[in-house]
């Protein structure tokens, strides 16, 4: 069982940015993966960004160039990097931890709101 939370989400300006964190609550091992999705109101789930624990990197389309995903193995600590953002991007971001590569088990934050507004 790993617990997953995020901090950082806030309200933000258009052109602003932020940098959500996100710590999973493993000592012992490296968690394989780690990444960010966010929903907005009346709309799925999607995913923002996914990292390994070898660095190797996928955004999607819409936050390529605004966002970086980055992490500290050591800590099984995952962060992202938010410039530039739009009022689309207002959504509850939540952090998500794949421990293993062997097995597709995952585990989610509770969340953290992100809203882009004047």
């Known amino acids: 069982q790993v617990q997953v939370v995020e901090s950082g989400g806030g309200l933000v300006q258009p052109g602003g940015s932020l940098r959500l964190s996100c710590a999973a609550s493993?000592?012992?091992?490296?968690?394989?993966?780690m990444g960010w999705y966010r929903q907005a109101p009346g709309k799925q789930r999607e995913l923002v960004a996914t990292?390994?624990?070898?660095?190797?990197?996928n955004y999607a389309d819409s936050v390529k160039g605004r966002v970086t995903i980055s992490r500290d193995n050591a800590k099984n600590t995952v962060y992202l990097q938010m410039n530039s953002l739009k009022p689309e991007d207002t959504a509850v971001y939540y952090c998500?931890?794949?421990?293993?590569?062997?097995?597709?088990?995952?585990?989610w934050g509770q969340g953290t709101q992100v809203t882009v507004s004047s």
């Open positions: 990292i390994t624990s070898s660095g190797r990197t």
């Open positions: 493993e000592s012992r091992f490296t968690i394989y993966a």
């Open positions: 998500n931890a794949r421990p293993s590569a062997a097995a597709p088990g995952t585990y």
